[in-house]
């Protein structure tokens, strides 16, 4: 079996799933943490090309321009739940990201799309190249919660990584990633394109034992 034909199957079931599979949050978890403090960029880094743009603008952080990422410079980070509020424009295309390396590249670490109109057609939701959202849930200009939750596990004997994803408060799956491909690391969001514009705000994290 393909790795591919795995991994679709792999989230077809964690979709089917999702309402038996229960975590186990202690109350002993740490409180939210604020990674970006809605005036400066303090924390984080632009990893890419010069002509890429992120700035603080209305109390959100915007990025604009050609391809780079940017990298928040605490962590690494292991299991935890993460949140952001997020904008993209019409047309756009953005990303956030999670366990990606320190000075990641597109394909370094899982990454949840941020997209609403883009042409490609994996849209907010979805995990991408492993679970992936066809429906429009946000519309393009509208803000909207992004939360994950995250945590290496076993599941029937097997090791695994569960990401829980939410998006306005609806959980959509629970993703099972056999593989543990991406073990601990940084957060970070994408700039895709020049034409695309994301604006996030309010982005904080939870660690969990």
Same mark, same amino acid.
């Given at each position: 079996?393909?790795?591919m ?12 799933a ?8 202690? &109350?002993e978890d &740490?409180?939210?943490? /604020? ?8 924390g984080?880094?632009k ?7 992120? #700035? ?7 990025g ?11 962590? /690494?980070? *292991? ?18 990201? =999670? $366990?990606t390396? $320190?000075? /990641?590249? =597109? ?9 609403? +109109?883009?042409?490609? /057609? ?10 992936h959202?066809y429906? #429009?849930l946000?519309?393009p200009?509208?803000? =909207?919660?992004? #939360?994950?939750?995250?945590r ?5 004997? $097997? ?8 998006v ?5 799956? #629970? ?5 543990? +491909?991406f *073990?601990?690391?940084? =957060? ?5 394109? %020049? ?11 939870? %660690?969990?034992?």
């Amino acid at each position: 079996m393909s790795n591919m034909l795995t991994r679709s199957l792999s989230c077809t079931f964690a979709m089917l799933a999702a309402i038996c599979l229960v975590s186990t949050i202690s &109350a002993e978890d &740490a409180k939210w943490t /604020p990674l970006f403090d809605g005036k400066t960029l303090d924390g984080w880094e632009k990893v890419g090309n010069d002509d890429s743009h992120w #700035e603080v603008k209305e109390g959100a952080i915007q990025g604009t321009g050609n391809a780079s990422m940017l990298v928040n410079t605490t962590g /690494p980070y *292991k299991n935890f739940k993460y949140r952001a509020e997020v904008k993209i424009n019409d047309g756009g295309n953005s990303g956030l990201y =999670f $366990r990606t390396t $320190r000075r /990641p590249g =597109f394909m370094d670490g899982y990454e949840a799309q941020i997209d609403s +109109t883009h042409s490609d /057609p994996i849209r907010t939701g979805s995990i991408y190249g492993m679970c992936h959202v066809y429906k #429009e849930l946000v519309k393009p200009g509208e803000w =909207f919660t992004y #939360e994950l939750e995250v945590r290496d596990d076993v599941w029937r004997g $097997r090791e695994m990584t569960r990401i829980k994803v939410t998006v306005d408060g609806d959980e959509l799956y #629970e993703y099972l990633d056999f593989d543990k +491909t991406f *073990k601990e690391g940084h =957060f970070a969001f994408q700039q895709h394109d %020049p034409g695309s514009k994301v604006s996030i705000r309010k982005v904080e994290v939870q %660690p969990l034992k």
